[in-house]
């Protein structure tokens, strides 16, 4: 699969119509693939709860736009913000597992690729801290 201006285009138009100003792109290649890759198109104003993924590290790369990456301890307190920009350094980002973050969308028509270990496992209420 070519990803395409096409399919960049259309993937940030759906998330600027959803009420949640985002929209992911499943990439797994089929029913048995276990891995966790896919397209988030983002929109200024989407939120994003502080989370983590207990057992899987996040890699997340910017193909157009910035996205401001927020990091937590475990009381909430932000420890650290990294602006992650399209085509300059730095583009990309891995979070840990366990690590507790947040993201804030910076500009309009946002995409980033995300990638995860394992299959997808849906989010845990102990895994989502209430800010």
Same mark, same amino acid.
Not at 62 to 76: A, C, F, M, P, V
Not at 106 to 117: N, R, S
């Given at each position: 699969?070519?990803?395409?201006?096409?399919?960049?285009?259309?993937?940030?138009?759906?998330?600027? *119509?959803?009420?949640?100003?985002?929209? $992911?792109?499943?990439?797994?290649?089929?029913?048995?693939?276990?891995?966790?890759?896919?397209? $988030?198109?983002?929109?200024?104003?989407?939120?994003?709860?502080?989370?983590?993924?207990?057992?899987?590290?996040?890699?997340?790369?910017?193909?157009? !736009?910035?996205?401001?990456?927020?990091?937590?301890?475990?009381? !909430? $307190?932000?420890?650290?913000?990294?602006?992650?920009?399209? !085509?300059?350094?730095?583009?990309?980002?891995?979070?840990?597992?366990?690590?507790?973050?947040?993201?804030?969308?910076?500009?309009? !028509?946002?995409?980033?690729?995300? *990638?995860?270990?394992?299959?997808?496992?849906?989010?845990?209420?102990?895994?989502?801290?209430?800010?």
């Amino acid at each position: 699969m070519v990803i395409t201006t096409e399919i960049l285009d259309a993937l940030s138009a759906k998330a600027k *119509a959803c009420e949640r100003l985002r929209m $992911n792109y499943d990439l797994r290649t089929s029913p048995d693939d276990q891995s966790q890759r896919m397209l $988030n198109a983002l929109e200024p104003g989407t939120i994003m709860p502080i989370h983590r993924h207990p057992t899987t590290c996040e890699t997340i790369v910017l193909l157009r !736009g910035s996205i401001k990456e927020l990091l937590y301890d475990e009381k !909430g $307190n932000l420890t650290e913000s990294v602006i992650l920009k399209a !085509g300059t350094e730095p583009s990309a980002m891995n979070i840990p597992a366990g690590a507790w973050h947040s993201l804030e969308c910076l500009e309009t !028509g946002t995409i980033l690729f995300e *990638a995860k270990d394992g299959a997808f496992e849906p989010r845990r209420a102990e895994d989502t801290m209430e800010k």
